[in-house]
Structures are given as structure tokens and as C-alpha cells.
């Protein structure tokens, strides 16, 4: 449900944008897809501030309730300090996690762009047609596992299973699994005079999937320039999370789980980002990135007036 609903909006933004320019096509459907993203959570955003300018506005009052059950580890003094705390929320219309609502919305977001990304060429019409014509021109090539390679590149695609390249599912299933160096080896088997229009085709499949030199269904797997995408995630993330540190009101024991998340994130951020496809960086980036200035232009818009509209 969420691949296909997720692959439909982008196939429609790609179409969209192939109208104006094949070229960069993919990053620029993840570009506009991520502002639009954006701009349908900012409400929610916005609720968001107010929930954490009130939030820091009865911190003085949280503390006080906190302190004065320091120490007591009793399930009944646990009930009442909680007691106390639901009280002081709904006297001041909020809660403690009434800030999360966006954070969540971006789960299936993101599995939705890592799953269209994972399968970008069934998902995305016009590279479908790419790889259904490479198909027809490797089969007519005569593709086999004596070739230079393919032997190590059909065990990437099919594990143990041996494939049959008769048969138009397993070639079709085998170059979807090749990155930018394995067609380079693979091209190298063909003979000039037999490549016919793979090579035109190649290009087109480049053209859609590249953005400035960078594949985006393949992971950066830590390479130049490709890992610039997960490092630039990385940064935006260590920023949003500072601003929004400064923003919330935290105890003591919440204030240690930031410093760790702190610590953590930008790891989890950058090695994740290098083994998934570089897409989904993009995404992460450019959403990152967003939200730094999202967050700046609230921050200061949003005080310290939760009311202020």
C-alpha cells in the first residue's frame, strides 16, 4: 500500500518534470517531493512550536512537581507525580507529546522513498520502458554466466540461485541489480559492431538516474562524490537537533537521552545513508536541511507567545 502509493506520486512528479528536462530527472522528483512534504506538515510544524514554547513555559512548575518526588521510587508516589503532571498539562492545554505527531508522519515517508528507490525501475514509467528494452537488447545479445564477471554479478542479483537468461524475468531481475561499474564490465563482453542501441539506452537510464554525477538507486558505499549526500545529512541533523534541544523543555534525565541521541544520530545518519540508495539520502538531506530553516524562522517567529499566529 505504501510502495504503491508512494511509487505513484513520484512517477506522476517525474513525469511532470521529464517534461521539462530528462536530464537530473530522479533528483529532481525527490527535490520537489521533499518541498512538498514540507509544505503539507508545516501546520502540524507550527503546532509543534507551540507545543514547545508551552512546554518551556511551565517547565518551572514541571520541575517543582519532579523535585518534590525526587527519589521516591514507589509505584504510588510514581502515580501521583504523574498525576500532577497530566493536571499541570491539561490546565495549560498541552502535552508532552503533543510535538511528536511530525516526527511520526516521516516514518512511512521514508519507507516509502527507500522502497521506489530500492525499485525505482518499476515504480518510475519511463525507466521501466529503459530496462524493459536493455531486457530485449541482452537476451538478443545472447547474455550468459561465461561472460567476464557475470557470474559474480548473478550472484549479487540471485544469491545461490543459478539464473536462466532465457527467460525475460531473471535478465530483467539481473540488470536491475547492476550499479555503474558492473554494466562497464559488462559492456566491455560485447563486441562494437553487436552492442546496437544499449549504449543510446544507457545513457537515457543515466540521464534519469543520475544527479550531478551521482546514481541515486545505487548507496554511496562511502564513495566520492556520492557520500557528500549522507555527509550533508549528517550536518543538518547534528543542527536540527541543537535547535530543537535549545527549544524543548527537558528534565534531567531527558536532557542525558538528547546528549546521547546527540552522539548517536549522526553515526546511525551517516552509515545508514552509505548503504541505502543515494536517493534516499537526498531525501534526508534536503529534508534536513529544510528543517534547519524551518526551525530558525520559527524559533524566532514563536518566542515565547504560543499564540501568536
Given at each position: 500500500?505504501?510502495?504503491?502509493?508512494f511509487g505513484g506520486l513520484l512517477n506522476t512528479i517525474f513525469e511532470f518534470t521529464y517534461n521539462l528536462s530528462?536530464?537530473?530527472?530522479?533528483?529532481?522528483?525527490?527535490?520537489?517531493?521533499?518541498?512538498?512534504?514540507?509544505?503539507?506538515?508545516?501546520?502540524?510544524?507550527?503546532?509543534?512550536?507551540?507545543?514547545?514554547?508551552?512546554?518551556?513555559?511551565?517547565?518551572?512548575?514541571?520541575?517543582?512537581?519532579?523535585?518534590?518526588?525526587?527519589?521516591?521510587?514507589?509505584?504510588?508516589?510514581?502515580?501521583?507525580?504523574?498525576?500532577?503532571?497530566?493536571?499541570?498539562?491539561?490546565?495549560?492545554?498541552?502535552?508532552?507529546?503533543?510535538?511528536?505527531?511530525?516526527?511520526?508522519?516521516?516514518?512511512?515517508?521514508?519507507?516509502?522513498?527507500?522502497?521506489?528507490?530500492?525499485?525505482?525501475?518499476?515504480?518510475?514509467?519511463?525507466?521501466?520502458?529503459?530496462?524493459?528494452?536493455?531486457?530485449?537488447?541482452?537476451?538478443?545479445?545472447?547474455?550468459?554466466?561465461?561472460?567476464?564477471?557475470?557470474?559474480?554479478?548473478?550472484?549479487?542479483?540471485?544469491?545461490?540461485?543459478?539464473?536462466?537468461?532465457?527467460?525475460?524475468?531473471?535478465?530483467?531481475?539481473?540488470?536491475?541489480?547492476?550499479?555503474?561499474?558492473?554494466?562497464?564490465?559488462?559492456?566491455?563482453?560485447?563486441?562494437?559492431?553487436?552492442?546496437?542501441?544499449?549504449?543510446?539506452?544507457?545513457?537515457?537510464?543515466?540521464?534519469?538516474?543520475?544527479?550531478?554525477?551521482?546514481?541515486?538507486?545505487?548507496?554511496?558505499?562511502?564513495?566520492?562524490?556520492?557520500?557528500?549526500?549522507?555527509?550533508?545529512?549528517?550536518?543538518?541533523?547534528?543542527?536540527?537537533?541543537?535547535?530543537?534541544?535549545?527549544?524543548?523543555?527537558?528534565?534531567?534525565?531527558?536532557?542525558?537521552?538528547?546528549?546521547?541521541?546527540?552522539?548517536?544520530?549522526?553515526?546511525?545518519?551517516?552509515?545508514?545513508?552509505?548503504?541505502?540508495?543515494?536517493?534516499?539520502?537526498?531525501?534526508?538531506?534536503?529534508?534536513?536541511t529544510l528543517q534547519v530553516v524551518q526551525q530558525l524562522v520559527l524559533n524566532k517567529f514563536y518566542k515565547g507567545?504560543?499564540?501568536?499566529?
Open positions: 500500500m505504501i510502495k504503491s502509493l530528462p536530464v537530473y530527472n530522479l533528483g529532481i522528483t525527490i527535490i520537489i517531493f521533499t518541498i512538498m512534504v514540507k509544505l503539507i506538515l508545516l501546520p502540524l510544524a507550527i503546532k509543534q512550536q507551540k507545543e514547545m514554547v508551552k512546554l518551556k513555559k511551565i517547565q518551572p512548575e514541571m520541575k517543582k512537581i519532579q523535585d518534590r518526588y525526587k527519589g521516591k521510587k514507589d509505584q504510588e508516589s510514581q502515580l501521583k507525580m504523574n498525576t500532577e503532571l497530566m493536571e499541570l498539562y491539561k490546565k495549560h492545554d498541552t502535552h508532552p507529546f503533543g510535538s511528536c505527531l511530525p516526527t511520526l508522519i516521516q516514518i512511512p515517508v521514508i519507507f516509502g522513498i527507500f522502497s521506489v528507490m530500492r525499485n525505482a525501475n518499476t515504480f518510475i514509467g519511463k525507466l521501466d520502458v529503459i530496462y524493459g528494452s536493455l531486457t530485449d537488447g541482452l537476451m538478443n545479445l545472447g547474455l550468459n554466466l561465461e561472460m567476464n564477471g557475470v557470474t559474480e554479478m548473478a550472484t549479487k542479483a540471485f544469491g545461490n540461485k543459478t539464473p536462466d537468461f532465457t527467460k525475460m524475468e531473471d535478465v530483467r531481475m539481473f540488470i536491475s541489480k547492476l550499479g555503474t561499474e558492473d554494466w562497464s564490465t559488462l559492456m566491455a563482453n560485447i563486441k562494437p559492431e553487436s552492442v546496437g542501441n544499449i549504449n543510446e539506452l544507457l545513457a537515457q537510464k543515466a540521464n534519469m538516474e543520475n544527479f550531478f554525477g551521482i546514481n541515486l538507486i545505487e548507496s554511496p558505499n562511502f564513495a566520492f562524490p556520492a557520500v557528500i549526500i549522507p555527509i550533508i545529512a549528517v550536518i543538518a541533523t547534528v543542527i536540527t537537533m541543537k535547535l530543537s534541544a535549545n527549544q524543548n523543555a527537558m528534565d534531567e534525565k531527558a536532557a542525558e537521552m538528547n546528549k546521547t541521541m546527540m552522539r548517536v544520530m549522526p553515526v546511525m545518519t551517516f552509515f545508514i545513508g552509505n548503504s541505502l540508495p543515494t536517493g534516499l539520502s537526498l531525501y534526508f538531506a534536503l529534508s534536513s507567545d504560543p499564540s501568536n499566529e
